[in-house]
């Protein structure tokens, strides 16, 4: 059986249990040499005065003897022609000759010996009442001092686990306190003892790797920033000078519409990933105007909802604005409205902002409660989904982080809703 109790529990368990080991064999030790000796003693003693009767009796050749007689022991002769002597237990008369050991007479405790000879029969009984009720005190006060050395383990075991635990407590606190981006915090030097030397040493190593794994990662998001930015920038900041070339067809136009929605896509992506990819955000507190986020995603979409025969609206029941970057905000928006228009088949997918959420509500296949439960795992895919299980997952990563809340509701055949519900401290209603 596994004990899962905390470090200190089990150091004080493991004392208890040596002490009660300790104790209970060195009890049990005791208890028998106690009994040991006691029947030893008891048997000499009544031998020794029996078998000065019966060598009285002899030496007298039959005639009367003096008969121990006190109110510790008693002996009785009797006659085999005779009568039973006076007071005679009855039951002695069962007891076979040459016996030493215990009998119970009138409730009492007796220890008692016979020896027949060949005209009587000579009994000797010596009363154990006091001889148990000492044994019963010596009972008693060996359970007492069981249960102090007991009540000592407990203790003892509680400050020897609490001089076990202190460096480790330390350690423990020191580690809570630590943060990644501190790596020059050494703790292999602030601990002597060896075992929590070799653990705070290890523990330094790791941070040494944790930090060069910082380091490539700043790299890597602020080499990505600059990279991924600056072509897009130039490509939608070249769109607006080419929808006023006249020589574009209407084909061209949509191509470049096309083309301008897919790197504005992009952009927002970008910004998003960075968003997580760092844990200050990486990125300025800036107003965002939720309204103008949804209709713009909206814009962006409706062309290929009206390729798939879907009816795209976007509804503002309260304009908010919020302290995020428009790029993070679009995201969110962006793949739940491509979730909602990628399950939908023909009907109808809403874009609403009210005052306290922002809602995506389709008409589509909806979603079974058991996949509801998995939605936002990052790879995960429906039986009936044609994406690559990110999008979601971006969306709960990107709302944790803002202290969003995001809710789904649905149904087999009855559509879905999310609701991205917005924090109130956080809103600026317009």
């Not at 040499?33 to 048997?43: A, N, S």
Request: charged fraction near 25%; proline fraction near 4%.
């Amino acid at each position: 059986m596994r004990f899962d109790g905390s470090l200190r529990a089990r150091f004080v368990v493991a004392v208890f249990a040596l002490v009660f080991l300790i104790c209970g064999g060195f009890y049990f030790a005791v208890y028998q040499f106690v009994e040991v000796l006691e029947r030893q003693l008891m048997d000499t003693a009544v031998k020794r005065e029996l078998n000065e009767l019966v060598d009285a009796w002899r030496a007298g050749d039959g005639q009367p003897v003096s008969v121990p007689h006190s109110d510790g022991i008693r002996g009785f002769v009797w006659r085999h022609r005779a009568a039973l002597p006076a007071n005679f237990p009855e039951a002695l008369l069962s007891w076979p000759s040459g016996r030493y050991d215990e009998i119970k007479i009138d409730g009492n405790v007796y220890y008692a010996g016979r020896q027949d000879l060949p005209d009587a029969s000579l009994f000797l009984i010596l009363d154990l009442t006091e001889i148990e009720d000492l044994e019963a005190r010596l009972v008693n006060i060996a359970y007492g001092v069981i249960g102090t050395a007991l009540l000592a383990a407990v203790l003892m075991g509680y400050w020897l686990s609490y001089l076990v635990m202190k460096p480790v407590s330390r350690l423990a606190r020191h580690l809570a306190e630590l943060k990644p981006e501190n790596g020059n915090v050494r703790l292999g030097d602030q601990f002597g003892d060896r075992e929590i030397g070799l653990i705070a040493a290890a523990v330094d190593r790791y941070q040494d790797r944790i930090a060069q794994f910082i380091g490539r990662e700043r790299a890597f998001t602020d080499d990505a920033s600059h990279e991924l930015r600056t072509p897009l920038a130039v490509v939608l900041s070249a769109v607006p000078l080419l929808k006023d070339d006249t020589a574009l067809s209407p084909l061209g136009l949509e191509r470049l519409a096309r083309l301008e929605r897919a790197a504005r896509q992009m952009h927002a992506m970008i910004e998003a990933l960075l968003f997580l990819a760092r844990e200050d955000g990486g990125w300025r507190s800036e107003p965002c105007a939720l309204d103008e986020v949804m209709r713009d995603i909206s814009d962006s979409f409706q062309q290929a909802a009206q390729e798939q025969g879907i009816d795209l609206v976007c509804h503002i029941v309260q304009p908010l604005t919020v302290q995020v970057p428009p790029g993070v905000a679009a995201s969110v928006v962006g793949n739940l409205l491509s979730n909602a228009l990628q399950h939908t088949g023909k009907g109808r997918v809403e874009l609403r902002l009210e005052s306290d959420r922002m809602v995506v509500q389709d008409t589509g296949i909806g979603i079974g409660v058991q996949e509801q439960l998995r939605i936002f795992e990052r790879g995960y895919r429906g039986a009936r989904s044609q994406g690559r299980g990110i999008g979601l997952y971006l969306v709960q990563r990107i709302c944790e982080r803002l202290d969003w809340t995001v809710h789904v509701h649905s149904a087999p055949g009855a559509g879905t809703r999310f609701d991205v519900v917005l924090p109130l401290a956080a809103l600026t209603k317009i």
